[in-house]
């Protein structure tokens, strides 16, 4: 026997046919990365609906999402801001109504003096 002539691992060649089979079959991982993913906080209807935002028909398996008042479209929920945007705009809100930290006491400063010779407040 010369060194061009190696023979196949018993288990390469199983292994071999295995994966053959499973192209063939059109199963294993490739077959379900072939599915379209949902958009983030979406489910696949179980059964046909309407949406209540826009009143228009969905089918089973379409993509929907929570709506204000139940399950719809993912294009008719309204818009969520991230955490930052919502901070932003509740902190807006409360100094645009005058509730600021300030705003919570009145100030014990006296009228040209520092802050380290102020009076107890009253």
């Not at 190696?6 to 490739?30: C, D, F, N």
């Not at 379209?36 to 999402?65: M, N, Q, W």
Request: hydrophobic share 30%.
């Amino acid at each position: 026997m010369g060194q061009s002539e190696v023979l196949p691992h018993p288990q390469r060649e199983a292994i071999k046919r295995v994966q053959a089979a499973k192209k063939k079959a059109g199963g294993g991982k490739a077959a379900a990365k072939k599915e379209v993913s949902l958009p983030r906080g979406s489910v696949r209807a179980a059964y046909p609906g309407t949406c209540p935002a826009c009143f228009k028909d969905y089918g089973k398996g379409e993509a929907i999402t929570k709506v204000t008042d139940g399950w719809g479209h993912p294009g008719c929920a309204p818009r969520q801001l991230p955490v930052a945007e919502r901070e932003f705009a509740r902190n807006k809100a409360r100094i645009e109504s005058g509730e600021t930290f300030r705003g919570q006491k009145p100030s014990d400063w006296r009228r040209g003096a520092s802050p380290s010779s102020t009076r107890p407040a009253r």
